[in-house]
């Protein structure tokens, strides 16, 4: 294995996760953002995962311990990226800021240093000239919860070295994920290309009025045997990202029904502080979400 430091970039929900998932298993990494405020965050973010791997993974106290302290944090990008390996890049999905961020890092990442993009939903190839490295630039997705949920999407683009593909595969498999290679560019990867149009409708559906929260996660549980419905997984993916995503949506389509869901989830959500799992409150209450009672599937 080529890859020994691992750099996070971006300490949100999914990029805490990243970060504590390689240092669980062996990895030294650094996590970097904006600013020293935000990482404190991080740094709480990752204190809880310590509880669920314990739960979910029946991890012991010492290792999870031990990957905490394998995780250094830094709001200087140069200092945050002085020995990465690999840089993986978890930051709002939003193309200017992801295309500054790229010609800010490689103005200071070493030349060795292999980027990878978690982005859902945008492209490498629209990064791929940003990096200045091109032939080391490609994606790798993760799902949420990716202790549990755990699959890498490995993505490349027509210019990435087929060589840094493979160790980017091979990187997945010693983090414990379930390595899955995509051969062309494709918008959602497998996992997003079958998830985001349910919860594209799922959304659509809530902000037509058609139905609420509760009744149209049941419909989905119950028909097809899902343990969630799609507002519960839009809890746990983050409502900011949704709306993001949304936004990008309406703004590129002119889709006056994305433009109304984009507000809906503005005005009633983000706004509110309601920002999903994470926060206490999305579509739901949290430790204890209605879809968890054992009457939620009843009449």
């Given at each position: 294995m080529k890859f020994k430091h691992i750099t996070v970039a971006g300490s949100g929900v999914l990029g805490s996760q990243i970060a504590f998932q390689s240092a669980f298993h062996g990895f030294n990494v650094t996590v970097y953002d904006i600013n020293d405020e935000v990482l404190e965050s991080a740094k709480e973010k990752i204190n809880l995962l310590k509880g669920r791997y314990q739960k979910d993974l029946n991890a012991s106290q010492e290792q999870?311990?031990?990957?905490?302290?394998?995780?250094?944090?830094?709001?200087d990008l140069a200092k945050a990226t002085a020995d990465a390996d690999l840089l993986i890049e978890a930051i709002p999905e939003i193309v200017p800021i992801k295309t500054e961020f790229y010609q800010n890092l490689s103005k200071v990442a070493p030349e060795k240093t292999v980027f990878a993009t978690n982005?859902?939903?945008?492209?490498?190839?629209?990064?791929?000239?940003?990096?200045?490295?091109?032939?080391?630039?490609l994606a790798l997705h993760f799902a949420n919860e990716i202790w549990i949920n755990n699959t890498a999407e490995i993505m490349k683009h027509p210019g990435t070295d087929i060589n840094?593909?493979?160790?980017?595969?091979?990187f997945a498999k010693a983090i414990g994920m379930v390595a899955l290679p995509l051969h062309k560019e494709q918008?959602?990867?497998?996992?997003?290309?079958?998830?985001?149009?349910?919860?594209?409708?799922?959304?659509?559906?809530?902000?037509?009025?058609?139905?609420?929260?509760?009744?149209?996660?049941?419909t989905?549980?119950?028909?097809?045997?899902?343990?969630?419905?799609?507002?519960?997984?839009?809890?746990?993916?983050?409502?900011?990202?949704?709306?993001?995503?949304?936004?990008?949506?309406?703004?590129?389509?002119?889709?006056?029904?994305f433009k109304k869901l984009a507000e809906l989830l503005k005005t009633e959500y983000i706004d509110k502080g309601k920002l999903?799992?994470?926060?206490?409150?999305?579509?739901?209450k949290y430790p204890n979400p209605r879809?968890?009672?054992?009457?939620?599937?009843?009449?």
């Open positions: 999870v311990e031990a990957a905490s302290d394998r995780i250094s944090y830094n709001s982005s859902s939903t945008l492209l490498p190839s629209q990064f791929a000239e940003a990096t200045g490295r091109p032939e080391k630039f840094v593909f493979d160790q980017v595969v091979e918008p959602g990867y497998i996992l997003n290309s079958l998830l985001v149009p349910l919860l594209d409708a799922a959304e659509l559906l809530l902000s037509k009025e058609v139905a609420d929260v509760e009744t149209i996660d049941k989905w549980m119950i028909a097809t045997g899902a343990p969630k419905g799609p507002f519960a997984i839009l809890d746990v993916v983050g409502i900011t990202t949704s709306y993001n995503i949304v936004k990008a949506k309406a703004e590129a389509t002119g889709n006056p029904e999903g799992a994470a926060t206490g409150e999305g579509f739901y879809f968890m009672d054992p009457d939620f599937l009843g009449n």
